[in-house]
């Protein structure tokens, strides 16, 4: 059976469209294709792939009772299992249309993982999974002993569920307290045959925002148990196969370092002295592993004050390129914040604004707490604010905030806060324009692309742009930050000049979509600037060519970028009917005193 961090790991994955690798044996030789996890099927036991395709060509060759390698990675973490396929045809996934797809078994075990992170999978509705406790006496003297009566059977609201433990929701005020021993009923569904058992400790309680209910923090006891683990997978199974929209499984308390001692500290798994003696310096470890470690100590008490203390010292180029990290550590980032709020460190506060792989709350604390020059870098990140809006409502509430910030505000809202249906992605010639290019790799190679694969791709993308023109303004923003492949060809050629401002910052985008949006005569002199200010694509040899050749470019940021240019970029740039006499002049002379 799938461990219980396996299991989070790969319902994650499938619940964020992971790209996966295939690899299956045919008579004539091994072959290798590309798709992407879909769905969990509602017996709980099988997975929904994207049929298999190679160059964006899909291959309807699999059959029922192949037998295939999947190869994902997921939050940096790289996994791989064996299964079997079930069945072949169409399924309507989610809100993505139609699709071809392969049903594939459920795995019995993970392989190859190089290190498994934690989840947390979050469950925004209330009616999903109902849950019962009592208090009980605890024999093994784990938690305190149980007071018969008083606490049976109180009914409860689970709110997020993890391979620990979980978060529960309960209404009014409860006689249950930390260390508390508790066995918990899970009711999965009104078909559900019997409730699921699991039994843990109460470790915290807080308030809810209305005073009245409470949220009760449980660990879960024996987790090692084999009936246990079959129980907890049921639970986050279930949630997955039959809500997917209501749950998000987000990775936690996972590190950067592949340091052991690091991760040993993360995991809480080192003595106090260990801890003094990293602080007092005697182990030799890079800048970036001594933040981890620290942020990690200072959740202990006896060392937070040096631990924090030591942070400080850390140089802020170390703070600032972790904090822009795609899979940075939340709770390192959240530290390096809070320290960055106090300081006015503006490079960390920067890092953090331009990381769309954040939650909207690391936005939203600076919203509120932050100054006047930070609450600036938030205002120029238009896109951001315009697919969350309530990062403008904090904002408003504070008090470093300018009149000329406030105008700014109210203008954003009243360009897009009240508009409901931004302009439409024109179906014509986007469907095919995006046909060529998705099918331009499987044609080069002499692929034999049949009618069925062509009209599968156009249904597809014809599902795809509805479902995107159907979107608010703010919800198409949000999209592009995350997109996949085929939702970013169609933004890409998007006429609200805010949505290509937020793909662009997409960590998936490729150099040559970048290129094709620098090529496409809709995409406006402020996106041309701002691919030219990310130092990613500045890095990037076409890109820059492509920047050079590009008319919509300040003329002193072209000058500049000439000096990156090969010879024999800038005699393709003198080729360009597009660049600009002075940008010329200066690639000609670049080139003759080469």
């Given at each position: ?333 959240s530290t390096l914040l809070n320290q960055a709020l106090e300081t006015a460190n503006h490079a960390v506060i920067k890092s953090v604004v331009k990381n ?78 995006v046909i060529r290019e998705v099918e331009r790799g499987g044609a080069a190679e002499g692929s034999s692309s049949t009618r069925d694969d062509d009209a599968g791709i156009g249904r597809r993308l014809e599902d795809t742009l509805q479902r ?127």
């Amino acid at each position: 059976m799938v461990h219980d961090s396996d299991l989070f790991f790969l319902l994650g994955a499938i619940k964020n469209r992971v790209p996966v690798d295939i690899d299956v044996a045919r008579p004539t030789g091994p072959q290798h294709f590309f798709s992407r996890f879909c769905d969990l099927h509602a017996d709980e036991t099988s997975i929904y792939l994207e049929c298999p395709r190679k160059k964006g060509v899909y291959h309807r060759t699999f059959r029922k009772g192949d037998r295939i390698w999947i190869t994902f990675q997921n939050f940096g973490f790289r996994l791989r299992f064996e299964s079997t396929v079930i069945e072949t045809g169409d399924r309507q996934v989610s809100d993505s249309g139609v699709l071809p797809v392969i049903r594939i078994a459920f795995p019995d075990i993970l392989q190859d993982g190089d290190r498994r992170g934690m989840f947390r999978a979050t469950i925004r509705t209330r009616d999903l999974v109902q849950v019962a406790f009592n208090r009980i006496a605890d024999p093994d003297g784990a938690g305190q002993p149980g007071i018969p009566g008083r606490t049976d059977n109180v009914q409860a609201v689970m709110m997020d569920l993890s391979e620990k433990g979980m978060a529960i929701q309960i209404s009014g005020e409860s006689e249950v307290g930390p260390g508390d021993h508790l066995r918990f009923s899970f009711t999965l569904g009104k078909e559900a045959a019997a409730p699921v058992v699991i039994e843990g400790i109460v470790r915290n309680i807080r308030k809810g925002d209305d005073r009245v209910s409470q949220f009760l923090g449980i660990e879960f006891l024996t987790r090692k148990n084999r009936q246990d683990r079959q129980n907890l997978q049921r639970i986050a199974a279930y949630a997955m196969a039959h809500r997917p929209q209501d749950v998000r499984f987000d990775p936690m308390e996972r590190i950067v370092s592949r340091n052991y001692l690091v991760q040993k500290i993360a995991d809480g798994d080192v003595p106090d002295e260990v801890s003094t003696l990293l602080m007092d310096g005697r182990f030799s470890l890079t800048h970036e592993e001594q933040l981890e470690a620290l942020v990690y100590i200072s959740g202990s008490d006896r060392h937070r004050e040096q631990a924090l203390s030591l942070i400080q010292h850390i140089p802020t180029i170390t703070k600032q390129v972790y904090a822009e990290r795609s899979y940075a550590n939340h709770r390192v980032v959240s530290t390096l914040l809070n320290q960055a709020l106090e300081t006015a460190n503006h490079a960390v506060i920067k890092s953090v604004v331009k990381n769309t792989s954040l939650p909207v709350q690391f936005l939203l604390k600076i919203a509120r707490e932050g100054s006047t020059r930070a609450l600036g870098m938030l205002l120029r990140e238009e896109s951001k604010l315009v697919a969350y809006p309530e990062i403008l409502e904090v904002m408003r509430k504070n008090t470093h905030l300018t009149p000329q910030m406030v105008r700014r505000i109210e203008s954003i809202r009243q360009r897009y806060a009240d508009r409901n249906l931004p302009e439409d992605i024109p179906r014509h010639p986007v469907i095919q324009e995006v046909i060529r290019e998705v099918e331009r790799g499987g044609a080069a190679e002499g692929s034999s692309s049949t009618r069925d694969d062509d009209a599968g791709i156009g249904r597809r993308l014809e599902d795809t742009l509805q479902r995107i023109n159907s979107l608010s303004m703010g919800e198409r923003i949000k999209l592009a930050f995350h997109a996949h492949k085929m939702e970013r060809l169609i933004l890409a050629r998007d006429p609200n000049q805010i949505v290509l401002a937020a793909l662009i910052e997409n960590p998936e985008m490729t150099e040559g979509e970048v290129i094709s949006l620098l090529h496409a005569q809709t995409t406006g002199r402020e996106i041309v600037y701002q691919i030219s200010q990310l130092g990613k694509w500045r890095r990037m040899r076409r890109v820059v060519k492509a920047l050079v050749s590009n008319p919509k470019l300040p003329l002193k940021i072209s000058l500049a970028l000439v000096s990156r240019l090969t010879p024999e970029d800038m005699g393709d740039v003198l080729q360009s009917e597009t660049v600009l006499p002075d940008v010329r002049d200066a690639v000609e002379q670049a080139l003759h005193r080469s």
